[in-house]
């Protein structure tokens, strides 16, 4: 089976969620990139994710949601807005915190689960990750995923162990 049949029969994805969601981004010239953990996929091991975490230019993030909201249900939250559609498992989450707008600029095309998608910079990605490990008010489990995300990302890139705070290198050691 191949990545992307293999992510579409994890995500139950039989309604082509992602591949609208894609090709509504395209039509309506929104640049995006991948951040999170698929982005991590795209650098490291990969490994299951039921969501695909996306960056847009801040600008774009109220016309992304509007035209969206029109095929799939949008819901905000905090610092993201969640876009899904009946027939599919899979959760589009566009970041609203403004720190990761200024990685699209910067991402470059990548494959992340058989698909070729921009990809915001491992550098990037992975201060996503920092700060994401870094913030108190997320559960538990997903701040561990956070830590876990970083570890494969330097076990790969060695280099940027030098780019994670101690206290967080400390926590990964536990």
Not at 17 to 26: E, K, N, P, S, T
Not at 135 to 162: G, M, V
């Amino acid at each position: 089976m191949r990545a992307l049949q293999f992510w579409k029969a994890v995500t139950m994805d039989h309604s082509d969620f992602l591949d609208r969601v894609l090709a509504a981004l395209a039509t309506a010239d929104i640049d995006y990139c991948v951040i999170g953990g698929a982005a991590v996929n795209a650098y490291a091991e990969p490994v299951v994710t039921l969501d695909l975490d996306i960056a847009v230019a801040m600008t774009d993030v109220d016309r992304a949601e509007e035209l969206l909201s029109r095929e799939f249900k949008v819901r905000r939250f905090a610092h993201s807005v969640n876009v899904s559609a009946a027939g599919s498992d899979l959760i589009v989450q566009i970041q609203t915190d403004p720190r990761y707008a200024s990685f699209v600029e910067r991402a470059r095309a990548a494959e992340v689960l058989g698909l070729k998608l921009p990809v915001a910079a491992v550098e990037d990605v992975l201060h996503g990750k920092i700060w994401a490990a870094q913030d108190s008010t997320r559960r538990q489990s997903k701040q561990l995923k956070d830590l876990s995300d970083i570890a494969r990302l330097i076990e790969t890139y060695p280099e940027l162990r030098e780019r994670v705070p101690t206290e967080i290198l400390d926590r990964m050691r536990q």
